[in-house]
């Protein structure tokens, strides 16, 4: 099955929602594993997102030397 490109947003906001339901306790149990399912499906998406975020951010912030400059973003902000 096909799936439309899932955003991070979304795929956070769902995996919420199924933490909910789970923790609420009202679902039957076949119900309650598919959810968890979903949800551990959602987790692992969301960390490889978040993965490849922090992977381009440390890209972006290597100096020419290779080595990885740490800067604050309110430095940034000043130099706007």
Do not use: H, N, Y
Not at 39 to 56: I, M, P, Q, S, T
Not at 59 to 79: C, I, N, P, V
């Amino acid at each position: 099955m096909a799936r439309k490109k899932e955003k991070f947003e979304e795929a956070l906001q769902k995996l919420e929602t199924i933490v909910t339901q789970i923790e609420e306790g009202d679902l039957p149990l076949e119900e309650t594993l598919k959810a968890f399912e979903e949800g551990v499906r959602l987790a692992r998406f969301c960390a490889g997102k978040l993965d490849e975020a922090e992977r381009k951010v440390e890209k972006l912030m290597r100096d020419q030397a290779g080595k990885l400059q740490t800067t604050s973003f309110s430095e940034e902000e000043d130099d706007s």
